[in-house]
């Protein structure tokens, strides 16, 4: 006979039903594990170097809205291309979600400042301000501008130059002077004289041998006629007197072999010949041979008379 009715699952039909209610129901989990884990994500388009028309259209067909966007300085992306953007190309986002784009407004331009007539120091100040850079500073005399204050740059004022630029200054050292001949003078009348013309004196410690008097000054730097500025200093090394130096014996000699000899020591030479002497021989020397004499000075040599 007939086995009892069997429930709504029962026999191979039912076991069908139940096997593919169990993979329906798998693949349901699987795709909602899905959905929550990725799906419901997208990854940011590329956009780095696309205009800001080209990147906002890749947002939007990736169903991508757009948050704003920033506007920086670039040296290496031309002006209106995307610099970067907020999550990176690449990046995983919701996918309803809005990226916020960063856009080139080309390289930054910064003008030089008119700093003529500032104090190198303002001068320096002014320029850092608007990003540039302090550069070499060189110095240079002038009629009008005042010692100290900038007479101009380079690059000029009003050039436009990028960011931390270097910025060259041109100082004024003021109005020239010409430094006055204080050799053979006293330390103290030196000094005076110089100080008159607005220059500072530093006597320097040792003294030469020189042909000036000991204690005079017997050289100066700059020399004299130099170009100096008002406040420059000028340096003095003073006399320790003409070195001696013994005087060669030349009597007897022809007076051209006696001045050779006698210049060649280190002496000046003045030849005196006696009135109606024809004589080219050297008969006395206002130095014995022998003797010493400061160096520099003159040996007079008188030839033979009548």
Do not use: C
């Amino acid at each position: 006979r007939r086995g009892g009715r069997r429930g709504p699952f029962g026999g191979p039909h039912g076991k069908l039903v139940t096997i593919v209610t169990a993979v329906l129901l798998t693949l349901g989990i699987g795709v909602g594990v899905w959905y929550i884990n990725s799906g419901q994500f997208t990854q940011v388009p590329s956009l780095l170097g696309q205009t800001q028309q080209a990147a906002e259209k890749r947002l939007s067909d990736a169903g991508l809205g757009l948050e704003g966007v920033e506007r920086v300085f670039s040296d290496t992306v031309e002006r209106g291309a995307v610099v970067g953007s907020d999550p990176a190309s690449g990046d995983r986002i919701r996918g309803n979600g809005s990226v916020k784009l960063t856009v080139s407004r080309g390289p930054e331009i910064v003008r030089v400042p008119d700093v003529a007539g500032s104090s190198l120091a303002d001068a320096r100040l002014s320029l850092k301000k608007v990003g540039l850079v302090p550069g070499m500073v060189t110095k240079e005399f002038s009629e009008d501008v005042a010692r100290g204050e900038v007479i101009r740059t380079e690059p000029r004022a009003g050039t436009d130059r990028h960011p931390d630029t270097a910025v060259a200054m041109v100082v004024s050292k003021g109005s020239p002077v010409d430094v006055p001949d204080v050799t053979g003078l006293s330390v103290e009348d030196a000094t005076a004289e110089l100080e008159g013309e607005g220059l500072k004196v530093r006597v320097l410690p040792g003294r030469v041998d020189s042909p000036e008097d000991a204690g005079d000054i017997a050289q100066q730097s700059p020399g004299a006629d130099a170009e100096a500025a008002q406040g420059d200093t000028v340096e003095l090394t003073v006399s320790k007197g003409p070195r001696m130096l013994d005087v060669p014996d030349v009597t007897g000699r022809d007076v051209d072999e006696a001045r050779a000899t006698l210049e060649e020591a280190g002496f000046e030479v003045k030849v005196d010949r006696p009135f109606l002497s024809f004589s080219d021989t050297v008969a006395r020397q206002s130095v014995a041979g022998g003797e010493q004499a400061p160096e520099g000075s003159t040996i007079t040599i008188r030839t033979k008379g009548l």
